[in-house]
């Protein structure tokens, strides 16, 4: 569940592939082989499937792609009988088929991308151990409505709704973003189509990413700044982070990765010794973060410091042992006395850690902590939900709708 939490709460819908969210997959054919332009035709869902586990050299291969008969898989039921309820919400069996239909041809796109790439398969072949592709996409489609179900459930406990004003806002930012600030409503079709997607589909990403914005920012901050002090202290302990800086004074030339001479390392030991009591001696802690920041630009000789100036925040197993060691033995604002690793000699000062810290990411702290939080209390929603076929109706099993390349 919290895959898809995070996927939602960014934003990235599958075809905004100029954020750098996903990349815009190729066009497939409808069932007719034409190009559909209209709402009532099936695409491809908001998450396709992920890397299969089966390597390339055990994939089976397939001489010919083989497709879904969607025409006949809509018959299979009416199109307004209720074929499962989730919760106390009844889906009918054309909601479910749009939601399928968009499956499907995701599953058979990704077919064609492996296949691109000389991994080729069928509905048939294993995607997972013991479990088809064609099983695994009922079954994601199965615990994405799931999802999808608990976010209204979640948003509604939370009274957060999303009006028809909020949603056409959503679209509008979207078209613009993707198409230009000169969007039609035919381009954006054509957009949704190429990236295989329906207009419910989209609308529904929607207006889970509003819920959730709105219920994020109201009960914890966007940067969790309604988190309390308890909460994000627990965080931070839970999640074992660690925060410092350091001054490295090498001991080994790191292109041959052999040591240095002994009369070198020696000086260095006595540098860092020098600079470390210095640092020590410093009571004003404004003044022992300057002094440190001047002695770390002149003389740290970390290849990171250029992308990491303001040190490392990091949790157990991430960094040498001595390094994390020594830090977990500091206080917030003590300076180590310099303790040698494998790289050499460290002077480590330990940073607190807040809501604003940034973690590698990009993220904050805080960001990070009411993600986390919310992700946690929708898990709880989600997971008191059921997937119930309705009396008399058989779960789909695509592979009984398999037919030939339907361009033979």
Known sequence: ?????????????????????????????????????????????????ETPSVPASEAPVSTELRHVDLEALHGLYAPDSVYATIGEREITWDEYYEWLGTYVLSGENYME???????????????????SLADYVVANLNDNLRAFTGIDDFAAANGVSVSEEELAAKKAEDMSAMLGADATEEAWADLLVRNFMTENVYLAQAKANIQLRKVLEENYGQNGEKLSAAALQHYIEDKEYLRCNHILFLTMNMETHEALDEETIAAKKTQAEEIAAELQSIENREELLARFAELKAELDEDSGKTYFPDGYIFTPGTMVKAFEETTRALTDFEVSAPVLSEYGYHVIIRLPIGADTTLDDGSTVGASAASEIMAAELDEVVDALEFTLAPGVDPVNLLDFVTRDLDK
């Open 113 to 131: 991308t492996m296949a691109a790439y000389g991994r080729a398969g069928g509905w048939e072949s294993e995607y997972a151990a013991g479990v």
């Open 1 to 49: 569940m919290k895959k898809l939490f995070v996927f939602l709460l960014a934003v990235c819908l599958l075809f905004v592939g100029a954020a750098g969210c996903a990349q815009k997959p190729a066009a497939a054919p409808s069932p007719t082989g034409e190009t559909p332009v209209t709402d009532e035709t099936i695409y491809v869902p908001p998450v396709a499937p």
